[in-house]
């Protein structure tokens, strides 16, 4: 106040509003937290200014939050708020952000580790170099390995060449085969374990290339001048997995085309389908294998 003492005597008021930037207090603001999967966390930030801060907050990567309800947003105000029945998808950075408009905004990160059991997703490529993936997510951090369909561990050298990109609580395992032989189809197992449970997934190894059947055709009988009768065999092998039948295409004379068909498919059996040929008087056809494919 100023005051002057004259008669009568004159005063002035005036007021002082002090400003104070954000500050974020490191009690009872949350630190990096542990917690078991399918449990209720509450994060908490507390901060201090003038004028009163206000609270956002926001994940650091940028994904969405899950409310209780199941909404997804971008951001929550408040200085506490909670996520019910947490998850894997809830794990990741959190970030508390104190703003009152006297720069600076201030910030604090706080980590949300969720434990859980290993999950796999499995994908296969084919080809000449085959390379198997999978991807698991888990904490604490899990033990990861491929087995054969008997068991027997992937060895790790020669033509197997096991990778494993480790990124936090994922994982991904690579296992690159240089050069596919009979004996590498199968099912491969990746494995991941850690201290609150295992599991794996299992992904089945076929070619890719079809499985073309072969032909032994059995030559016309002279005493049927007008039509002769061969015979296609052949056989099916785990190359053609996954196939639903066999379909053949022969001419009946040209340009006519007639098609004929077997419509299952079953490893090592084998299979025969009788055609009738017509030919001229006296001179056989040439005898040409037929398309087949499966």
Known sequence: MCQINTDPMKSQMGYLDVVVPPDILDYPTSTDMVVREGSNVTLRCAAVGSPPPAIVWRREAGDNISLQDGEQVSSVEGPTFTIPKVNRLHMGAYLCIASNGVPPTVSKRVMLIVCSAPRCTEG???????????????????INYWTREKGDIVPQGGKYEPVLIDNAYKVVMKLSIKVVSQADFGAYKCIAKNSLGETDGTIKLYSKLSGYPYFNPVESSADKPGFGRKTLLWSSFKQS?????????????????????????????AFSIPILVQRPLGKALDWKTPLGRS
């Open 124 to 142: 296969a490529g084919t080809g000449q170099r085959m390379t198997l993936e999978c991807h698991s997510e888990a904490y604490p951090k899990s």
């Open 241 to 269: 997995f996954p196939c639903v039948s066999f379909v053949f295409f022969y001419l009946l004379p040209p340009p006519s085309c007639r098609e004929n068909s077997i419509p299952i498919c079953v490893f090592h059996l």
